[in-house]
């Protein structure tokens, strides 16, 4: 897997102050996406076990809240399969930081079914995710004042209260 770039200091994905990963290659593809350069999973630079080091040292001081993964799009295949063994990795190393994803995919569409990737390693990143946004970005349903997504059809979504529910739990935004 390549990376586009690391935000170490993000205020834009997530509250508080994270450390964003963008990931490259998205097959999404949305219309006036703001990060275009990442649909190409080639693009940007390997992500390496030095890489992983450095983000895990990034997250260690008290005021960063938590670790963001944004593309491109970190469910296509080829990403989770790269992920999975580093988000775990972080939700162990640092079980009070919250970990946000954003996808174009749909998660009870996409994700739950398996239809994105192998269903293991579906669950066993959802299971280190707090909030997923996801859903793919609408130009028709832009709305500058929504806080950390872009359109109105994104959710941001629970992840593991959903999953113990058996429902789709939001995260309240106006917390």
């Given at each position: 897997m390549n990376y586009a770039t690391i935000k170490w200091y993000d205020i834009s994905n997530g509250p508080g102050v994270r450390v964003s990963l963008y990931v490259s290659g998205c097959r999404n593809r949305c219309k006036n996406c703001?990060?275009?350069?990442?649909?190409?999973?080639?693009?940007?630079?390997?992500?390496?076990k030095e890489v992983e080091d450095?983000?895990?040292?990034?997250?260690a001081?008290?005021?960063?809240?938590?670790?963001?993964?944004?593309?491109?799009?970190?469910f296509e295949e080829e990403n989770q399969e790269a992920l999975v063994d580093f988000?775990?990795?972080?939700?162990?190393?640092?079980?009070?930081?919250t970990i946000w994803c954003f996808t174009g995919y749909d998660f009870e569409a996409h994700l739950l079914t398996?239809?994105?990737?192998?269903?293991?390693?579906?669950?066993?990143?959802?299971?280190?995710?707090?909030?997923?946004?996801?859903?793919?970005?609408v130009e028709e349903l832009k709305d500058i004042r929504l806080r950390f997504k872009g359109s109105t059809n994104q959710r941001y979504i629970l992840v593991k209260e959903s999953l113990e529910r058996d429902e789709v739990v939001l995260w309240d935004e106006q917390t």
């Open positions: 703001f990060n275009p350069e990442t649909w190409d999973f080639n693009y940007g630079q390997p992500f390496t450095k983000i895990i040292a990034a997250l001081p008290d005021h960063i809240k938590g670790l963001t993964l944004v593309g491109g799009d970190p988000v775990e990795r972080v939700r162990a190393t640092y079980p009070n930081k398996g239809k994105k990737g192998n269903i293991n390693t579906v669950m066993r990143l959802l299971n280190c995710i707090d909030v997923l946004v996801d859903g793919r970005f």
